[in-house]
C-alpha cells in the first residue's frame, strides 16, 4: 500500500469535507478570543496592582494630615495598609478563582479575622457565567470538535460502501481506522498547538517548564477524548449513534457530573466555620470593653510576654489597650479560623481526587494549578495577609506598649506587603496521569471489542 | 383532522423505538434527583444562615450595659437567607456574599459567597432542575424532533402524503404539534414528580411563590415549544436527518454554550467595575469633600456647629440642651449613608450595564431570555441580591442612627465615655429579617427577557406557518 500518496489523499479529502475548515478556523478565531479576554480580566487586575504603591502614599499622607495631631499615633487607627495578590504570567490562560477571590486587600492593625475575608466588588452575574478563557475553549470546546470530526471515520466508510473494499486491502483495516482517525484528529491538534504558540507570543509568556506543562497536560486532555471516539467507534454502529453516544459522554463529563459533584460536595462539606469566625473575633474584641483592662493586658501578654512592662492605664482609653484587645479578637477567633481552613483544604482534596476520575475536572484543575490561579493560591496569599499583618503590628506595638512618650514614627519607613507566590515550576497534580491512563485503557478495551 | 392524525403518527414512532420512554424517564430522573440534592443543599444553608441570625441577634440582647456608640461600633451582622425556589435555580447564588457586617461609620462588603469556599470545579456549575430544563431538555427534544420531516423526506413517504392530499401546512402543524407534545411528555412526568416531593415534604408555600411557580411554569412551557418548533423548522429547511441534527446540535452549542459565556465577558469589558481600592478611594474622597465628621478642621461641620451654638444661643457645645458630639454623628452618618448610596447605585447600574449585552442578546436567544427570567422568578438574580444589600444598608442606617439619637439624648456631653444605657434598651431594636420581593416586582424588570420568548414563539410560527410552506410548495 501507498501511504504517502493515502495519507495524502486522505487528508485532502477530510478536509475538504463540509464543514472542516469553517469549524477550524471559528476554534481558532475563539482561541484568539479567549486569549484576549483572559489578558484583559488579568491586564485590569495588574493595573490595579500597579497602582497600589503610590495609593498607600497618598493615603498615607492624607491620613497624617488629618489625624497626626495632637498625637500622631492616633493615625494608626485610620490607617490602611494595602496588600496585593500578584497574578502569575500564566494567569490569564487560566482565569481560575482569580475573579472569584479578592486579588487585593487593605487592612489596619485591629482585628484581623474580621477584614481578611472582605470580598471584592464584582458582578455576580459575571462570575457565574465564568470566563472564556483557553482553559474553558479547551475543556468544553475542543471536545466537541474531536466529536464531530472523528465520529464517523468507520460509519462513513460503512455507510459509503467502502469498507468491504477496504478490508480487501494487504493492510489490516484496523490500522487503516487508526490512521485516519488520526489523520482526523491531527489538524485540531495543530490548531490548539497553533493557539498555545500565539498565547506565547501575545501574552509574552515566559518559556519554562509550564509551558511544557500546559502543552502535554492538554494534548493528553485532548487524546482522551480521541481515545473515547474510538471506543465508541468499536461498537461498529452507524454515525448517528456514535454522535449522540458521544455527545451523551460530553454532556456527562462537561455538565451534568461536574455540576451533581460541587453541589454534593457543598451539601456534604458545609462551611459554617466562616459565620463562627466572623461571630467570634467580633465577640472577642467586642466584650474586652466590658472587662477590667489588666484582664485584658494579661491575656495579651501570654501571647506576647515581650511587651509584659507596659502598663495600660486603668480608668482611661489608651492605644495600647485598645490594640491588645483588638487582637484579643482574632484570639478568639484562631481555632474557628483554623477550622475553617482545614474544611477548605478538605474541600480541595476532595477535588483534587474526583480529579482522577473526571477529565474534565482534571483538566481545568491542573490548569489552574500551572497558573496559580486556585482557591490553594488564594488561600497562600491569605497566609502573607496573615504574617504581614503581625509584622506591622510588632512594629508598631513597641510604640503603642510603652509607658513613657513613645520615640517619634519614621513614616517613611513601613513595612510593605511582598507576595509574588509565583514559581516557574508549580505543582503539577500527578492525577493528569490519569487523562493517559483513561486514554490508553479505553484504547485497549476497544481493540478486545473486535 | 390529518394535522391530528400526523402528530399521533410522530409520538406512536418514537413510542415504538422507545427514544420517547428513554428521555422521559431520564429526564424525570435528572429532575428529581438534582431537586433533592440543591433542596438538601439549600435547607443544610438556609439552617446555617438562620442559627447564626438567631446567635447574632442573641448575642445582641445578652449585651451588658453599654455606651450606645460602643454598641453601634459592636453592631450586627446581617445573612442573606437563600430564596425559597432557588434550589429549582441557584442563579447567581453562589457566587453572592452570604453575610455583612453592619456598624458605624461604614458599610462592609456581603462575604462568604459559596464561590469563595470553593475550588475551581464550581466554574462548572451546579445541578439544579433549571440547568436540566433549560439545557438537557432541548437537547431531547431536538433529538425526538430532528427527523421529524427529513424522515419522511428520505424513506420517500413524503411524496406519498403529499399526494394524498395532505397539505405542507398540516404536515408542519401536525409535525409541530407531534414534536410540542412529546416535549410535554418528556417534562411533565418529572415536573408532576418534583411538585408532588415539594408538596410530601410539608413546606407551606406563600401566594408569592406559588405566583413565582405558575410563572416559572409558564416561562419554560414557552421555551420548550420554542425548541420544538425550531427542531421541525430545521428538519422541514434541511434535505437530509444527518443534516438536521448537525445544525440543531450546533444550534445548541452555539446559543447554550458559547453565546451566553460570550455575552456576558464582552459585557463585562465594555463596561468595566472598577476594582475595591478605586471605589473605597472615589467614596473617601467624596466623604472629605462633603463633610468627614473624624477630621476636626472639617469645613462642614465647623459650619453646623456655629449654626448650632447661635440657634441655641450658646457659646460652648458643652452648654447645648443635647449631647453635641452624638448630633454630630447623626448628621456624618447621613452625609455618608448617602454617598454610600449613591455610589453603590452607581456600580449596580455598571453591573446592570454589563448585563446588558447578556439582555439584548436574550432576543436572538432564548436560551439567555429564560436564563434570565428563571433565575427572577426563583429570587436568585442580580436584583434579588441587591435587594438584600438594600435592605442591610437600610438595617444598618436605622440601627446606627437609633443608638445615635439615644447618645444625644440621654448621655450627657461631659464625661460622655464613661457613661452607660442599660440593657434593657437593646430589645427596642428589632432583628433582621429579609424582606423577600414580590414575584410582581421579579418579573417587571424581566420585559426584554419576556419579549424575547414572545417574540420567538410568533417568528417560528410565522416562519412553520407561512414561509416554509410556501417555500417548499415552489420548490416541488
Known amino acids: 500500500m501507498n501511504w504517502p500518496r493515502f495519507l495524502q489523499l486522505e487528508l485532502k479529502n477530510f478536509l475538504a469535507g463540509r ?36 495609593m498607600q502614599q497618598a493615603h498615607l499622607e492624607k491620613m497624617l494630615a488629618q489625624h497626626a495631631t495632637p498625637d500622631p499615633l492616633n493615625t494608626l487607627y485610620y490607617l490602611n495598609f494595602f496588600t496585593t495578590h500578584e497574578p502569575s504570567s500564566y494567569a490569564p490562560l487560566s482565569v481560575g478563582l482569580r475573579d472569584v477571590n479578592p486579588f487585593h486587600l487593605k487592612i489596619r492593625i485591629l482585628t484581623l479575622e474580621g477584614q481578611l475575608y472582605d470580598s471584592d466588588i464584582s458582578n455576580p452575574a459575571t462570575l457565574a457565567l465564568g470566563n472564556f478563557d483557553l482553559a474553558f475553549l479547551l475543556v468544553f470546546l475542543y471536545p466537541l470538535l474531536i466529536i464531530a470530526f472523528t465520529h464517523n471515520t468507520l460509519s462513513s466508510e460503512q455507510e459509503q460502501g467502502i469498507w468491504p473494499l477496504l478490508c480487501s486491502q494487504p493492510v489490516a483495516p ?67 449513534f456514535n454522535a449522540l453516544s458521544l455527545l451523551g459522554v460530553w454532556l456527562t463529563l462537561t455538565i451534568l457530573l461536574p455540576a451533581a459533584l460541587n453541589v454534593a460536595l457543598a451539601t456534604f462539606l458545609p462551611v459554617p466555620e466562616a459565620f463562627a469566625v466572623t461571630v467570634n473575633q467580633r465577640e472577642g474584641y467586642h466584650q474586652q470593653w466590658d472587662r477590667p483592662k489588666a484582664e485584658t493586658m494579661q491575656r495579651f501578654f501570654q501571647r506576647y510576654p515581650e511587651y509584659a512592662a507596659f502598663q495600660a492605664p486603668t480608668d482611661k482609653f489608651s492605644w495600647g489597650w485598645y490594640y491588645a484587645a483588638q487582637h484579643l479578637g482574632d484570639e478568639d477567633a484562631a481555632e474557628s479560623s483554623a477550622r475553617l481552613r482545614a474544611k477548605l483544604e478538605r474541600r480541595q482534596q476532595w477535588m483534587r481526587r474526583l480529579a482522577w476520575i473526571v477529565p474534565t475536572i482534571n483538566a481545568q484543575v491542573a490548569f489552574n494549578q500551572i497558573a496559580q490561579t486556585e482557591l490553594d493560591d488564594h488561600l497562600a496569599y491569605l497566609d502573607s495577609v496573615r504574617l504581614f499583618h503581625e509584622q506591622v503590628r510588632k512594629h508598631f506595638y513597641p510604640y503603642l506598649l510603652c509607658n513613657d512618650a513613645p520615640p517619634p514614627v519614621n513614616w517613611a519607613q513601613l513595612p510593605r506587603h511582598q507576595f509574588r507566590a509565583e514559581t516557574s515550576g508549580p505543582h503539577v497534580p500527578v492525577s493528569v496521569l490519569s487523562l493517559l491512563v483513561l486514554s490508553i485503557g479505553l484504547t485497549l478495551w476497544a481493540r478486545g471489542r473486535r | 383532522m390529518q394535522f391530528t392524525r400526523i402528530a399521533i403518527n410522530e409520538i406512536r414512532h418514537s413510542l415504538r ?6 428521555a422521559c424517564v431520564s429526564v424525570a430522573v435528572l429532575l428529581l434527583l438534582s431537586a433533592i440534592i440543591a433542596q438538601q443543599n439549600q435547607s443544610k444553608l438556609n439552617a446555617e444562615r ?6 447574632v441577634r442573641s448575642n445582641w440582647l445578652e449585651q451588658p450595659d453599654r455606651h450606645p456608640h460602643r454598641a ?77 420531516i427529513t424522515g419522511e423526506r428520505e424513506s420517500g413517504t413524503l411524496p406519498m402524503l403529499l399526494a394524498q392530499g395532505v397539505t405542507w401546512r398540516e404536515l408542519i402543524a401536525g409535525k409541530t404539534l407531534g414534536v410540542a407534545a412529546m416535549a410535554w411528555c418528556v417534562t411533565a412526568p418529572g415536573a408532576l414528580l418534583l411538585l408532588v416531593w415539594q408538596a410530601m415534604a410539608g413546606n407551606d408555600f406563600s401566594q408569592d411563590i406559588l405566583w413565582r411557580g405558575l410563572s416559572l411554569v409558564a416561562s419554560y412551557s414557552l421555551y420548550l415549544l420554542i425548541c420544538a418548533a425550531c427542531a421541525v423548522l430545521v428538519s422541514a429547511w434541511q434535505q437530509t436527518s444527518r443534516g438536521a441534527l448537525t445544525s440543531l446540535i450546533l444550534l445548541w452549542i452555539v446559543f447554550c454554550v458559547v453565546i451566553p459565556r460570550g455575552a456576558q465577558t464582552l459585557g463585562s469589558t465594555l463596561a468595566p467595575a472598577p476594582a475595591k481600592a478605586e471605589f473605597d478611594a472615589r467614596l473617601e474622597n467624596e466623604l472629605a469633600k462633603e463633610g468627614d465628621s473624624h477630621n476636626p478642621n472639617d469645613p462642614h461641620f465647623a459650619a453646623l456647629r456655629a449654626e448650632t451654638l447661635k440657634k441655641y444661643n450658646v457659646t460652648e457645645v458643652k452648654d447645648l440642651p443635647f449631647n453635641y458630639g452624638a448630633f454630630v454623628m447623626l448628621e456624618a452618618e447621613k452625609i455618608s449613608s448617602e454617598i454610600f448610596r449613591r455610589h453603590y447605585g452607581e456600580l449596580l447600574a455598571t453591573f446592570r450595564q454589563q448585563n446588558r449585552v447578556s439582555e ?64 434593657e434598651r437593646w430589645q427596642d431594636f428589632p432583628n433582621f429579617t429579609f424582606r423577600a420581593p414580590s414575584a410582581g416586582w421579579a418579573i417587571k424588570q424581566q420585559g426584554l427577557a419576556i419579549a424575547s420568548l414572545l417574540s420567538w414563539s410568533v417568528v417560528l410560527l410565522i416562519l412553520l406557518w407561512r414561509i416554509i410552506p410556501s417555500v417548499r410548495y415552489r420548490e416541488r
Not at chain 1, 464543514?19 to 493595573?47: D, N, T
Not at chain 2, 423505538?17 to 428513554?22: G, P
Open chain 1, 174 to 240: 484496523q490500522k487503516i481506522l487508526a490512521v485516519k482517525a488520526c489523520l482526523r484528529f491531527l489538524p485540531i491538534a495543530a490548531i490548539w498547538l497553533l493557539t498555545l504558540l500565539v498565547a506565547w507570543l501575545w501574552l509574552q509568556l515566559p518559556l519554562d517548564r509550564r509551558f511544557g506543562f500546559i502543552t502535554l497536560i492538554s494534548l493528553a486532555y485532548l487524546l482522551f477524548w480521541l481515545a473515547v471516539s474510538w471506543f465508541v467507534m468499536s461498537f461498529q454502529r452507524s454515525s448517528n
Open chain 1, 19 to 54: 464543514g472542516v475548515l469553517v469549524g477550524l478556523l471559528v476554534i481558532f478565531l475563539a482561541g484568539l478570543y479567549a486569549i484576549e479576554h483572559g489578558r484583559r480580566v488579568i491586564a485590569a487586575q495588574q493595573k490595579v496592582i500597579a497602582a497600589t504603591p503610590a
Open chain 2, 50 to 55: 438562620d442559627e447564626y441570625q438567631q446567635r
Open chain 2, 72 to 148: 453601634s461600633h459592636y453592631g450586627y451582622l446581617a445573612f442573606r437567607p437563600k430564596a425559597p425556589l432557588s434550589f429549582f435555580d441557584p442563579g447567581v447564588d453562589s457566587y453572592a456574599g452570604t453575610s455583612v457586617y453592619l456598624e458605624a461609620h461604614r458599610q462592609n462588603t456581603a462575604n462568604f459567597s459559596e464561590a469563595n469556599h470553593s475550588g475551581g470545579m464550581l466554574r462548572f456549575g451546579e445541578l439544579s432542575p433549571a440547568l436540566v430544563l433549560q439545557l438537557l431538555v432541548p437537547l431531547a427534544i431536538f433529538f425526538l424532533g430532528f427527523a421529524a
Open chain 2, 360 to 423: 439584548w442578546a436574550a432576543l436572538l436567544n432564548p436560551y439567555l431570555a429564560l436564563r434570565s427570567l428563571s433565575s427572577a422568578l426563583a429570587g436568585s438574580n442580580l436584583a434579588h441580591y441587591a435587594e438584600f444589600q438594600w435592605q442591610a444598608e437600610d438595617f444598618r442606617y436605622d440601627l446606627v442612627q437609633k443608638l445615635n439619637q439615644l447618645h444625644r439624648d440621654e448621655i450627657k456631653f461631659a464625661n460622655d465615655r464613661v457613661q452607660r444605657v442599660s440593657h
Open chain 2, 17 to 22: 423505538n422507545r427514544s420517547l420512554l428513554i
